[in-house]
């Protein structure tokens, strides 16, 4: 199998069996948005200790490219430093599943979840912490991605 065929079938796959699908009871955080040319729509709820994301899971609907490309953030940010989520690029996330070139019609599919994470974080941030300077940022950052 090539390359383009492996990546194919783990899209496939996270489609099929998306890892951190469901909900967290009482979230410390959660966001929504949506992707209305696509029809994807998702929820990320996450926990957050001691500046760590001790759990996040996401729920909704989505294509197959968004259901993988959400299986793969949240994998991704489980257990992560808030520090080290914030600096998650698009790259981090398409890159896991060789979408690099993928056309821009579909570029809001694979980047809706990294959008509603960014944005999740900046929403427990900006209600957390005295200096938002740095926060901001967080939320340039996700009204800019696609
Ligand atoms: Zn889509």
Known sequence: MSNADIYHEMIIDYSRNPLN?????????TF????PLCGDSID????????????????GRGC??????????????????????????????LSELGLENLQAVRIKCALLSLK???????????????ETGDVDK???????LY
């Not at 929504?32 to 992707?35: C, L, Q, R």
């Open 116 to 130: 509603v994470l960014k944005y999740a974080l900046y929403s427990y941030l900006a209600k957390h912490m005295s």
């Open 44 to 59: 990320i709820d996450m926990n957050i200790k001691e500046n760590k994301i001790s759990d996040i899971k996401f729920h």
């Open 21 to 29: 699908f469901g909900q967290i009871e009482n979230p410390d955080v």
């Open 64 to 93: 197959a490219i968004c259901m993988a490309c959400s299986s793969v953030l949240t994998e991704i940010t489980k257990g992560k430093d808030i520090d080290e989520v914030k600096k998650i690029t698009k790259n981090d996330v």
């Open 32 to 35: 929504h948005d949506s992707n």
């Open 138 to 144: 967080l939320k340039e950052e996700a009204a800019n």
